[in-house]
């Protein structure tokens, strides 16, 4: 699909999970989001299209097929400097061997 003219300010993922039914809905209006979403769950349902290109498109999917990760964990540069300093003192302690009788 061709998918398209949306400005950027325009351009976003909505994801609603219904409790009742157990699917989520997926609409996108982001390009790049759109094609990857149609090789996760192949063509969409519904599109809308502006001039010949794809500008939304919407996808039902079960709900089990959805996953919400958390990210990467934030630091702060002081909080960064501790922690290398922890692993330092860490890899310095001599390891402990289990003595196998």
Do not use: F
């Amino acid at each position: 699909m061709n998918y398209g003219g949306i400005s950027q300010d325009e351009m976003e993922v909505t994801i609603r999970l219904a409790r009742k039914d157990r699917q989520a809905r997926v609409c996108s209006t982001w390009p790049e989001w759109s094609r990857r979403l149609e090789r996760l769950y192949d063509s969409p349902e519904r599109v809308t299209t502006r001039n010949g290109k794809v500008t939304a498109a919407a996808w039902t999917v079960p709900l089990q097929r959805v996953s919400l990760r958390r990210g990467p964990r934030m630091l702060t540069e002081t909080q960064r400097q501790e922690a290398a300093a922890r692993l330092r003192r860490a890899q310095e302690r001599p390891a402990v061997l289990s003595s196998a009788v």
